[in-house]
C-alpha cells in the first residue's frame, strides 16, 4: 500500500506480529512505514503527518551527504527545465538581456555564463511571479477566496505556503514542473485560506476545483525532486 500526503509518498508495510508503528527514511530516500496489520488508515495517516518535520529534516541530512547532482555547466545543447519543458541552451555573442527565453531555446550571454545560474534562478522569479498571480485569479472564484498578495522566494523543501494574513507564496522551482502540477500547488495554497489544515473538508475543497488533483499529487511525490534546481 502507498500513502500519499502533501509531497511525500510512503511505502506501508503492514506485519501480522507487529505492534507498533515504525517509519524509516531508507539510504534512497524512499519512505517505509511499518505498521500492524488492521490499523485504521486514519491513525497512520496521522502518524505520518506528525512525522513530516522530522521526515524533512532526515531527507534534507540525506541530501546533504549524497553526490550533489552534477551542476550546470551552462554549455550549449544543456537543457533546462521550465513548466514542464526542457529547453535546450544556446550561448549568444549578443543580446540585450543576459538571459532570455527565444523560439523555444534559453539564450544566454557567452560573456555571464560565470553567473549563469544567477540569471536562470532570476528568471525563473520573474516569471513564475506572474505565472502564479494568473493563477491563483483564475482559481479565486471556485475556491471562494482569493489570496490578497502573491510571492516567490525559495521555500527550501516547500513548493509553497500560506501565510497567516492571507497571502500565498510559491517555491521560485514550482515554475519547473509541470503547468498541471504547478495548478496543484497554486490551488492547495489558495484553499487553506478557507481551511488551514489538511483536513477532510480541505481535500474536498481540493477535489472540487481539480477533481484529479491525487493524480498531481502522486506525480509530483514520484518526481518533483528531479526537476528542482539549476
Ligand atoms: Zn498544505
Avoid at 550533489?68 to 551552462?74: I, V
Avoid at 471556485?142 to 501565510?163: F, H, K, P, T
Avoid at 500547488?185 to 489558495?190: G, L
Amino acid at each position: 500500500m502507498r500513502l500519499t500526503l502533501d509531497d511525500l509518498a510512503v511505502e506501508v508495510r503492514f506485519s501480522t506480529r507487529r505492534k507498533t508503528v515504525e517509519l524509516t527514511v531508507e539510504r534512497d530516500g524512499s519512505l517505509t512505514v511499518r505498521a500492524p496489520l488492521g490499523i485504521e488508515a486514519e491513525v497512520l495517516e496521522g502518524f505520518v503527518r506528525d512525522k513530516q518535520l522530522w521526515i524533512y529534516t532526515k531527507l534534507a541530512e540525506k541530501n546533504a551527504l549524497r553526490q550533489p547532482e552534477p551542476a550546470k555547466a551552462f554549455v550549449t545543447g544543456e537543457g533546462f527545465k521550465y513548466l514542464g519543458r526542457s529547453y535546450r541552451l544556446l550561448l549568444v555573442d549578443e543580446e540585450d538581456v543576459p538571459l532570455k527565453l527565444e523560439a523555444g531555446r534559453f539564450k544566454l550571454l557567452r560573456s555571464e555564463v560565470g553567473r549563469g545560474r544567477d540569471h536562470f534562478v532570476a528568471w525563473y522569479k520573474a516569471h513564475a511571479l506572474p505565472w502564479f498571480r494568473r493563477r491563483v485569479k483564475l482559481y479565486a472564484p471556485q475556491i471562494g477566496a482569493e489570496a490578497n498578495r502573491v510571492e516567490v522566494r525559495d521555500l527550501g523543501y516547500r513548493w509553497g505556503s500560506c501565510g497567516q494574513t492571507g497571502g500565498v507564496n510559491f517555491n521560485w522551482q514550482t515554475i519547473l514542473l509541470p503547468a498541471g502540477v504547478a495548478d496543484y500547488v497554486a490551488v492547495h495554497e489558495q484553499v487553506h485560506l478557507r481551511a488551514p489544515n489538511h483536513s477532510p473538508e480541505f481535500w474536498t475543497r481540493v477535489e472540487r476545483v481539480l477533481p484529479d488533483y491525487k493524480q498531481r499529487k502522486e506525480w509530483m511525490a514520484a518526481n518533483g525532486a528531479g526537476f528542482v534546481g539549476v
